[in-house]
């Protein structure tokens, strides 16, 4: 199983900088030293080719992020200090979910440490999110593998308003958002399927919530390939996420996903996603529960003979 992942993911921030960069270095530690993964199954990215940016973000928009030209609501509104450093981060996170394409149709279940920055739009950044990876995904894997049923699961908190509205008009992509109804973002995108979540939405509600749904939408749309945001900001305790997950459950939910896309012997990309805990050794394994799950999976073999 390859897992995309590179130093630079933890990016410096400034003191006090709410997003929890240090989970990147940490989540790899873990599963090395559980025996989970090994080094060779680290793959490390290069930076993605302004062509294949451009099959999915607006060329004035990427110039402008290119040559550090964000004004000072931009900045803001994307969440991060704009630096020649991050955007190279950003580029390398994404041709990191691209390669997961490649690495899933061989091995059924490929991630990337990083990524599932669907809040970012065509033509702008929000929400801690610059480029969008998993439609970046969505439009290599089309086009590489001819592919016509793309399922896009976005399990984060916060719905994946960008990848909703870059693919609005995009039969071959469905869009899943399964999000909290009162958390940002305050205006919605719509999505092909969006399940909004009332605050304080505990395990069994949002398991048969979540099960139901996968169930009505493969009954009419046989996915090739599901990329999946799997933050993991619906726990309990996180600080932005207003849900009341456990752990227990926030691992159900991978294994509901995983069971769906072995039943359709589709590939799975995953992308990590939010996490904004207090204690990051919960962030952390939350995420790592995802790639243990993954990792379980793929040593019995994963695709149907």
Not at 96 to 110: E, K, L, M, R, Y
Not at 112 to 128: K, M, Q, W
Not at 282 to 290: M, S
């Amino acid at each position: 199983m390859k897992i995309s992942w590179h130093p630079c993911y933890a990016h410096p921030l400034p003191i006090g900088h709410r997003f929890p960069m240090q989970k990147y270095d940490l989540l790899p530690g873990v599963l090395l030293k559980e025996g989970y993964i090994a080094h060779g199954d680290l793959h490390q990215p290069e930076e993605i080719s302004d062509e294949l940016l451009l099959k999915v973000h607006s060329a004035d928009y990427l110039c402008k992020l290119i040559e550090l030209r964000l004004d000072r609501q931009e900045e803001r509104r994307s969440g991060f200090p704009q630096s020649t450093a991050l955007i190279k981060r950003e580029k390398i996170i994404m041709q990191g979910t691209v390669d997961c394409v490649d690495f899933a149709f061989n091995d059924g279940i490929s991630l990337n440490v990083a990524g599932g920055t669907h809040h970012a739009f065509r033509d702008r950044a929000e929400g801690f999110c610059l480029l969008n990876d998993i439609a970046l995904a969505a439009v290599y894997a089309k086009e590489k593998y001819k592919l016509d049923k793309i399922l896009v699961v976005d399990l984060d908190v916060h719905q994946g308003n960008g990848t909703a509205s870059i693919f609005a008009q995009d039969q071959q992509v469905f869009t899943f958002s399964m999000h909290g109804k009162n958390n940002y973002p305050m205006h919605k995108e719509t999505s092909d399927m969006d399940i909004p979540l009332e605050d304080g939405t505990t395990d069994e509600t949002y398991l048969i919530l979540l099960r139901d749904t996968l169930d009505k939408i493969l009954t009419n749309f046989e996915a090739q390939l599901i990329i999946y945001q799997c933050g993991v900001d619906v726990l309990a305790s996180d600080k932005l996420g207003r849900m009341a997950l456990s752990i227990d459950a926030c691992l159900k939910r991978d294994e509901l996903v995983f069971q769906k896309a072995q039943e359709l012997n589709a590939p799975v990309v995953c992308a990590m996603g939010g996490g904004y805990s207090e204690n990051i050794d919960i962030i952390v394994e939350a995420h790592a529960n995802t790639f243990r799950l993954a990792s379980d999976i793929c040593s019995i073999s994963y695709f149907k003979k």
